[in-house]
């Protein structure tokens, strides 16, 4: 039998025990020990160590088939707290969810007025939601911002956002992390989070998931990981070139451009005017044009013609598993759009993929987020166990 450190061995049986409680929602002493393979005195033990350093708590008894109920444990969702922010060039929305998974929000406010600090807006909108949800701005233990532009891989700064001129300083948020500590915050890409979730949602462990919204991106996850690439870049493939298919309002020639040119609200919005629809070129009056475009199926074969020259350049290059159609537009279009673009994929010499619609509802960047930052936060506590709670002692 191989000895080793003794703390070690405890915060290695104390991680099995958190992460058990976070897969079950609740666990006795015996589950403990079945899952384990603990003797009753270590579970025991483990479940006490958890208890006096706060990352676990009674929560009840559960009745057994015979003899007396059995007393329950449950992960304490005090021992963390975290924030999720969607920002976007007119709004901020943030969230904050406790170690459990449990989300108190959202709060909404408005971006701020041009020239105001981005850093000290988003400290104050952070306190806000914050107290709304019960706790001080110092209890959130992680926060992670989702952003419409490229953040480089470790999430520090915000390489490129053409889409929120409105913010100032907003690719160096050196402010926010003097004000709230540096491992706290993290940017990250809102496709990307929006991939995260999908990933939370599903069994397939690559998949590509194809963003139609304000503009045009793609997140990929690549053997159950999400892939960034080298510079963070990984998924803009808005700029890639492309032709446009469409006759009826078409935009380019023979040499073709850039695919995020052809889709988001404003191309979109050209292209029902070219149907002869009257659309404005806002994201709520193409998701609405879209949700009725069953009823104009030459508008909706343009729109599935374009979307799904951008799958196809994904699936070329990365060969997934599975295709999600994401975003606020492809929702709206749903179904219809999701089998006109699996008709032009099955179509072409790529091996077959199925195409989904996104598993997610609601404000999946925000969800993405707050997912994200509970990842981290329950990462690091449960990694650290009840050794490395502050002010305690495990004997």
């Not at 403990?32 to 003797?39: F, I, Q, V």
């Not at 909404?108 to 000290?120: C, I, M, N």
């Not at 191309?267 to 806002?282: K, R, S």
């Not at 166990?385 to 002692?393: D, K, L």
Request: charged letters at 20%; a negative charge.
């Amino acid at each position: 039998m191989r000895t080793g450190n003794p703390t070690v061995l405890r915060t290695l049986n104390e991680r099995a025990a958190l992460e058990l409680l976070l897969r079950h929602g609740s666990l006795t002493r015996a589950e403990l020990e079945t899952h384990t393979g603990l003797s009753k005195a270590s579970a025991a033990e483990v479940l006490r160590r958890l208890e006096k350093g706060r990352l676990a708590r009674k929560g009840g008894h559960r009745p057994g088939p015979a003899g007396p109920a059995a007393q329950v444990w449950v992960l304490e969702g005090t021992a963390a707290r975290v924030a999720g922010v969607d920002l976007t060039a007119r709004s901020v929305e943030i969230a904050v969810a406790d170690l459990t998974g449990a989300v108190v929000g959202p709060y909404r406010a408005q971006a701020p007025d041009e020239g105001r600090d981005a850093a000290e807006f988003l400290a104050g909108a952070l306190g806000a939601a914050a107290r709304d949800a019960g706790v001080d701005l110092d209890d959130l233990d992680q926060i992670v911002v989702g952003v419409p532009g490229v953040v480089d891989p470790g999430g520090e700064r915000l390489r490129q956002a053409v889409q929120l001129s409105g913010w100032s300083h907003l690719d160096d948020l050196t402010g926010l992390r003097e004000r709230l500590g540096p491992e706290r915050v993290r940017l990250e890409n809102d496709v990307n989070l929006v991939t995260i979730q999908e990933l939370a949602l599903r069994e397939q462990s690559t998949f590509v998931l194809f963003w139609l919204g304000g503009g045009v991106g793609a997140g990929a996850v690549l053997d159950g990981r999400l892939w960034r690439g080298a510079t963070g870049r990984g998924g803009e493939i808005g700029s890639v070139v492309v032709p446009d298919p469409v006759g009826r309002g078409r935009v380019y020639g023979p040499g073709g451009g850039p695919l995020g040119a052809l889709l988001g609200a404003g191309p979109l919005a050209d292209l029902a005017a070219a149907h002869g629809l009257t659309t404005e070129p806002t994201l709520a009056a193409v998701a609405e044009t879209l949700c009725g475009a069953a009823a104009h199926p030459d508008f909706l074969a343009d729109v599935a013609a374009r979307v799904a020259l951008g799958v196809i350049a994904a699936v070329g290059v990365l060969d997934p598993g599975l295709v999600v159609l994401g975003g606020p537009l492809c929702a709206a279009a749903g179904e219809p759009l999701r089998a006109l673009v699996a008709e032009h994929l099955a179509a072409t010499s790529l091996a077959p993929v199925p195409v989904a619609c996104g598993a997610g509802d609601g404000n999946a960047v925000l969800d993405g987020a707050v997912r994200h930052a509970l990842d981290l936060a329950r990462e690091r506590v449960f990694q650290a166990g009840t050794a490395g709670r502050t002010g305690e002692t495990t004997p």
